[in-house]
């Protein structure tokens, strides 16, 4: 059974950092495309970065610059390290494996102005 499990959301300031992480299970992260989602309040869920499982990486035009995606093969966890953070990045963050297209439950970041 895949399981993707989110953790690391909070509230923080505008300009702050959060690391976001998930671990999978039953699936090898390094063996997939893997990504990071966000839905906003009232907004559509919009993909925010993606790692292939060569290594590239694309982001939103929107976080370009200030989110990194990475991942540890050895903990089986991928990471959305996010850098000077805005409000309009609150959201609810989820992981995907793109493979399968099994999701994570979602962990909230709001960043206060």
């Known amino acids: 059974q895949v399981q993707l499990v989110e953790s690391g959301g909070g509230l923080v300031q505008a300009g702050g950092s959060l690391r976001l992480s998930c671990a999978a299970s039953?699936?090898?992260?390094?063996?997939?495309?893997m990504a990071w989602h966000r839905q906003g309040p009232g907004k559509q869920r919009e993909l925010v970065a993606r790692?292939?499982?060569?290594?590239?990486?694309n982001y939103a035009d929107s976080v370009k610059g200030r989110f990194t995606i990475s991942r540890d093969i050895a903990k089986n966890t991928v990471y959305l390290q996010m850098n000077n953070l805005k409000p309009e990045d609150t959201a609810v963050y989820y992981c995907?494996?793109?493979?399968?297209?099994?999701w994570g439950q979602g962990t909230r970041v709001t960043v206060s102005s």
């Open positions: 995907n494996a793109v493979i399968g297209d099994y």
């Open positions: 039953g699936i090898v992260a390094s063996f997939v495309t």
């Open positions: 790692l292939t499982v060569g290594g590239s990486t």
